[in-house]
């Protein structure tokens, strides 16, 4: 497989360079990353199980759709190639914020990312691609946030922080 890049990004999300992704997790750079939460219109969040042979967080429950931008990318470019890869359809998507965080993760990574999140509708079921994605599911907010105060483990950290950022943001 090729290397792949992340944009290595300062706290105003100002491009600084770019960094072998691998290395990057494992060092700690802040890099670009983006969060994609698609609702039906029941209100349900889709949740994708991610595959177990991904590079960290591997069987874990997440967001619809979470990457990176590749160099040269921008996010809206970015988000809908994700959103085809991962999950198999496509939607409009709208930009609700940005944050930084950073978690350590499985094998001995850091997740230091500017992370935006963006947020669609979408009433079809995914395509979900075996490669990235073991499981999904729709599921109503209210059981998300009781299930994640039960058993935060079955969950990749990132989801839960964009997750509670997105609740206080809409006053849920």
Same mark, same amino acid.
């Given at each position: 497989?090729?290397?792949?890049?992340?944009?290595?990004?300062?706290?105003?999300?100002?491009?600084? !360079?770019? @960094?072998?992704?691998?290395?990057?997790?494992?060092? *700690?750079?802040?890099?670009?990353?983006?969060?994609?939460?698609?609702?039906?219109?029941?209100?349900?969040?889709?949740?994708?199980?991610?595959?177990? /042979?991904?590079?960290?967080?591997? *069987?874990?429950?997440?967001? /619809?759709?979470?990457?990176?931008?590749?160099?040269?990318? /921008?996010?809206?470019?970015?988000?809908?190639?994700?959103?085809?890869?991962?999950? !198999?359809?496509?939607?409009?998507?709208?930009?609700?914020?940005?944050?930084?965080?950073?978690?350590?993760?499985?094998?001995?990574?850091?997740?230091?990312?500017?992370?935006?999140?963006?947020?669609?509708?979408?009433?079809?079921?995914?395509?979900?691609?075996? @490669?990235?994605?073991?499981?999904?599911?729709?599921?109503?907010?209210?059981?998300?946030?009781?299930?994640?105060?039960?058993?935060?483990?079955?969950? /990749? @950290?990132?989801?839960?922080?964009?997750?509670?950022?997105?609740?206080?943001?809409? *006053?849920?």
């Amino acid at each position: 497989m090729p290397k792949q890049y992340v944009i290595l990004v300062d706290k105003n999300n100002k491009k600084i !360079g770019i @960094e072998e992704k691998i290395k990057a997790h494992k060092e *700690g750079k802040l890099h670009r990353a983006f969060s994609i939460f698609v609702f039906n219109s029941k209100g349900e969040l889709l949740l994708q199980q991610r595959a177990k /042979t991904k590079y960290h967080s591997g *069987g874990l429950w997440s967001n /619809t759709v979470c990457s990176h931008p590749k160099p040269n990318e /921008t996010y809206k470019q970015a988000i809908h190639r994700r959103l085809k890869e991962e999950m !198999g359809f496509d939607c409009e998507l709208k930009k609700e914020f940005c944050f930084i965080y950073k978690a350590k993760l499985d094998n001995d990574l850091i997740e230091y990312e500017y992370d935006c999140v963006f947020v669609g509708i979408f009433d079809k079921d995914p395509i979900p691609n075996p @490669e990235e994605v073991m499981d999904y599911k729709w599921v109503s907010l209210i059981d998300l946030y009781k299930d994640i105060e039960k058993h935060p483990e079955k969950y /990749t @950290e990132w989801f839960k922080i964009a997750l509670k950022k997105l609740k206080q943001k809409r *006053g849920d």
